[in-house]
């Protein structure tokens, strides 16, 4: 009977940890819809470019833009709320974190700016991030259809896993943002390397070419002043 008793036990807890494993599987479907946005483009000399994000009401905007490429590495840059208010206004700015809290219902207009340059391209990364849009992991709504089972069954509560996949899905999604964010500078600090090379050659070979006609025309000069072209007769 103990056996028999022990038998059961053991299933019990074999199909408890099914249950929760195919819980877990099932449950990454259950996040949210991320509504985090980055975007590199290319703004051309003399124009400007505007992007429109879609906000809630009373939740959180934050937008980080950074010049990666072209001549100064800056941008006029301008945040404007769905009733046309410029809430952030920068000018000739290489790089900027700003927060819009709380947003308001509606389409924010982000506009970056390039026509005080006429000859250069400025290539731009920028980057989203909402919260309290709906699309934040956390909270029983974002779980429907979840009944917990018997707690005998179990080990764990299923609040406490629901809790840690929550946490680890925002610093995951946290660290991909800040790697994101790393790989633009890195860009940023390779196209200005690329840049200061160039000129480094082209300034260095200019100044061979003119050390070579310098010494040339010392040759010439020398050698002209010992010509002596005047006949000796004997």
């Known amino acids: 009977m103990d056996v028999f008793l022990m ?20 449950s990454v479907r259950c996040f949210g819809q991320n509504l985090d946005s980055e975007f590199t483009f290319l703004l051309p000399a003399g124009r400007s470019e505007c992007f429109y994000q879609t906000t809630t009401k009373n939740g959180t ?7 990666i490429a072209g001549a100064g590495m800056d941008v006029d840059f301008t945040i404007l709320s769905p009733e046309g208010i410029q809430l952030i206004v920068e000018s000739r700015r290489s790089d900027g974190v700003h927060v819009v809290e709380p947003t308001v219902e509606g389409d924010y207009e982000i ?13 731009v990364f920028f980057e989203i991030i909402l919260e309290g849009q709906g699309g934040d992991v956390g909270g029983d709504e974002e779980w429907p259809g979840i009944e917990e089972p018997d707690g ?3 080990e764990y509560k299923l609040d406490d896993i629901r809790d840690s996949m929550d946490s680890l899905h925002r610093r995951l999604e946290r660290s991909r943002q800040m790697q994101t964010v790393l790989r ?8 200005l390397l690329e840049d200061n090379l160039w000129r480094v050659s082209f300034w260095s070979c200019a100044s061979v070419l003119v050390m070579l006609c310098v010494a040339l025309t010392q040759v010439y000069t020398v050698r002209k002043l010992f010509d002596d072209k005047r006949r000796v007769c004997t």
């Open 7 to 26: 038998r059961v036990k053991d299933r019990g807890r074999l199909l408890s940890l099914a249950i929760v494993f195919l819980w877990c599987a099932g």
């Open 61 to 67: 905007m934050e937008v980080e833009y950074q010049v």
């Open 111 to 123: 506009c970056f700016d390039n026509s005080f340059s006429r000859f250069s391209e400025k290539m």
């Open 152 to 154: 005998s069954l179990l």
């Open 184 to 191: 633009a500078f890195e860009a940023r600090d390779r196209n």
